[in-house]
């Protein structure tokens, strides 16, 4: 806000010594003139008279000359004071703008930089978390759960005979069903923390931090009877008239020396087991399952 001009003062005329000279000369004027009355004094006398009279009156002018040359310089003073003030009235109402806009500027890079980042960290098709923001939050929550000692479950779900679906009603109706899915995992993990993911293809995880093996057992069996309800018809799978998902669990208290991966690999070979005993069911990973190696075929070949 531009701080308020203030008028500048104006100079007193210094009138005081203005009448005391006019005063005096007054005063010298009418003695002299009865000195003259009574001594009878001549044109010198008159001369002299003159002098007394116009000297406090020269002196009174000059002192007004003088007064008003001041008055004009302080006069100056102020305008250009004046001016100055306007001016930086001005700079001031400019840099203020300067500052609004810099700051909308701001609020819009930093608006872009949020949506860039979930963007970054959403999947296109679903629009739920996808698999590289998976990735990054499964490491974090690996190391905080590490530090506490607090549990951390992973459900992985393979929608049943999804390329047969896609074969059957065309990628467009395969892309709906992946969103119907995502959907429905998503309304299902009701939890704070919980984080479901699209992990690739017809593939979905689900994050539980602190979750215990029958917190996630529950999430399980709740999307087991979500996906029924939802009867997506399916008429190419040999399961069900309808899309199926298997489900794989793992839960664990990591700790420093393992891997995130673990985890994920745990949760993969039980969802395959899961697929191999008939699919549409899910599978607890074992401790088996732990300690397969990524690389070993989850199946036999044609079980699947």
């Given at each position: 806000m531009a701080p308020p001009a203030h008028p500048p003062p104006s100079p007193v005329p210094a009138r005081a010594p203005l009448l005391a000279l006019l005063l005096l000369g007054l005063a010298a004027a009418a003695l002299v003139g009865w000195?003259?009355?009574?001594?009878?004094?001549g044109a010198t006398l008159g001369v002299l008279v003159a002098l007394l009279s116009a000297a406090p009156f020269g002196a009174a002018l000059a002192l007004l000359v003088r007064h008003d040359r001041r008055l004009r310089q302080s006069l100056g003073a102020s305008a250009r004071s004046q001016h100055r003030i306007t001016e930086l009235e001005q700079e001031l109402v400019l840099l203020q703008r300067e500052c609004d806009q810099l700051t909308r500027a701001q609020l819009r890079a930093s608006q872009a930089n949020e949506?860039?980042?979930?963007?970054?960290?959403?999947?296109?098709?679903?629009?739920?978390?996808?698999?590289?923001?998976?990735?990054?939050?499964?490491?974090?929550?690996?190391?905080?759960?590490?530090?506490?000692?607090?549990?951390?479950?992973?459900?992985?779900?393979?929608?049943?005979?999804?390329?047969?679906?896609?074969?059957?009603?065309?990628?467009?109706?395969?892309?709906?069903?992946?969103?119907?899915v995502a959907q429905l995992l998503h309304s299902s993990a009701r939890r704070a923390g919980d984080l479901v993911a699209r992990y690739g293809g017809e593939?979905?995880?689900?994050?539980?931090?602190?979750?215990?093996?029958?917190?996630?057992?529950?999430?399980?069996?709740?999307?087991?009877?979500?996906?029924?309800?939802?009867?997506?018809p399916h008429a190419s799978s040999p399961t069900?008239?309808?899309?199926?998902?298997?489900?794989?669990?793992?839960?664990?208290?990591?700790?420093?020396?393992?891997?995130?991966?673990?985890?994920?690999?745990?949760?993969?070979?039980?969802?395959?087991?899961?697929?191999?005993?008939?699919?549409?069911?899910?599978?607890?990973?074992?401790?088996a399952d732990w300690e397969i190696d990524k690389d070993e075929p989850r199946s036999q070949a044609g079980a699947l």
């Amino acid at each position: 806000m531009a701080p308020p001009a203030h008028p500048p003062p104006s100079p007193v005329p210094a009138r005081a010594p203005l009448l005391a000279l006019l005063l005096l000369g007054l005063a010298a004027a009418a003695l002299v003139g009865w000195l003259s009355a009574s001594l009878g004094a001549g044109a010198t006398l008159g001369v002299l008279v003159a002098l007394l009279s116009a000297a406090p009156f020269g002196a009174a002018l000059a002192l007004l000359v003088r007064h008003d040359r001041r008055l004009r310089q302080s006069l100056g003073a102020s305008a250009r004071s004046q001016h100055r003030i306007t001016e930086l009235e001005q700079e001031l109402v400019l840099l203020q703008r300067e500052c609004d806009q810099l700051t909308r500027a701001q609020l819009r890079a930093s608006q872009a930089n949020e949506k860039l980042e979930r963007e970054s960290a959403t999947d296109g098709l679903t629009g739920i978390t996808n698999r590289r923001r998976f990735d990054e939050m499964l490491g974090i929550e690996w190391l905080r759960a590490a530090r506490s000692g607090a549990s951390l479950s992973l459900l992985m779900f393979d929608i049943d005979h999804f390329k047969r679906f896609n074969d059957h009603y065309g990628h467009v109706a395969g892309d709906e069903c992946l969103r119907r899915v995502a959907q429905l995992l998503h309304s299902s993990a009701r939890r704070a923390g919980d984080l479901v993911a699209r992990y690739g293809g017809e593939e979905f995880v689900v994050l539980l931090p602190g979750a215990r093996l029958a917190d996630a057992l529950e999430l399980a069996q709740r999307c087991q009877q979500g996906i029924d309800a939802m009867a997506l018809p399916h008429a190419s799978s040999p399961t069900a008239d309808h899309v199926t998902f298997s489900i794989g669990i793992a839960c664990v208290v990591p700790s420093a020396t393992q891997q995130p991966a673990a985890l994920v690999n745990a949760a993969d070979t039980a969802m395959y087991r899961a697929k191999t005993a008939g699919r549409a069911q899910y599978a607890v990973a074992t401790r088996a399952d732990w300690e397969i190696d990524k690389d070993e075929p989850r199946s036999q070949a044609g079980a699947l």
